[in-house]
């Protein structure tokens, strides 16, 4: 990973002839609480989400079914990563616009924050958000 703000984890997997876990803890994949957690599915085909910053929050973002292609921009580069595996997540800081493309149409995008829902922290609009990171 180019970017500071992002990081591709180990999700340690559990699993054994019954069948698959995979577990995110803390001093595990997860570097902090868990305040939150919503997940993507159904996502209609060739429809891209995301589009947005935000200003503080930190998330783990783990693709447990499917795939999907996570594109990051921190007001300078882009990088981009597919999830395709529910033993990798990918950390995302504040700060990046984030955008999501290519789901697969049984991606299930499983999605940990550490912090509650709040419109605030959001960064909508691509000029301000570039604005934002070159004034801080
Ligand atoms: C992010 C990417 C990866 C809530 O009411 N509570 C929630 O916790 C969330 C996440 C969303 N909402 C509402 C707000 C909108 O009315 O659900 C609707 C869809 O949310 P949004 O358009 O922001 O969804 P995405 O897929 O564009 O972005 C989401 C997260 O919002 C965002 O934080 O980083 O996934």
């Given at each position: 990973?180019?970017?500071?703000?992002?990081?591709?984890?180990?999700?340690?997997?559990?699993?054994?002839?019954?069948?698959?876990?995979?577990v995110?803890?803390?001093?595990g994949?997860?570097p902090?609480?868990?305040?939150?957690?919503?997940w993507?599915?159904?996502?209609?085909?060739?429809?891209?989400?995301?589009?947005?910053?935000?200003?503080?929050l930190?998330q783990l973002?783990?693709?447990?079914?499917g795939?999907?292609?996570?594109?990051?921009?921190?007001?300078?580069?882009?990088?981009?990563?597919?999830?395709?595996?529910s033993?990798?997540?990918l950390?995302?800081g504040p700060?990046?616009?984030?955008?999501?493309h290519d789901?697969?149409?049984?991606?299930?995008l499983?999605?940990f924050?550490?912090?509650?829902?709040?419109?605030?922290?959001?960064?909508?609009?691509r000029?301000?958000?570039?604005?934002?990171?070159?004034?801080?």
């Amino acid at each position: 990973m180019n970017l500071p703000l992002i990081k591709l984890v180990d999700i340690p997997q559990r699993g054994d002839a019954r069948g698959q876990l995979s577990v995110a803890e803390i001093g595990g994949a997860l570097p902090f609480v868990v305040r939150r957690a919503y997940w993507i599915y159904g996502t209609q085909l060739g429809v891209s989400r995301g589009l947005h910053a935000h200003k503080h929050l930190h998330q783990l973002c783990v693709c447990v079914v499917g795939s999907v292609r996570l594109s990051l921009f921190d007001g300078r580069r882009e990088e981009s990563v597919v999830l395709d595996s529910s033993a990798k997540g990918l950390l995302v800081g504040p700060g990046l616009w984030r955008e999501m493309h290519d789901f697969s149409p049984d991606c299930v995008l499983m999605v940990f924050a550490d912090a509650e829902y709040e419109e605030a922290d959001y960064i909508r609009d691509r000029d301000q958000f570039i604005r934002h990171v070159h004034s801080s």
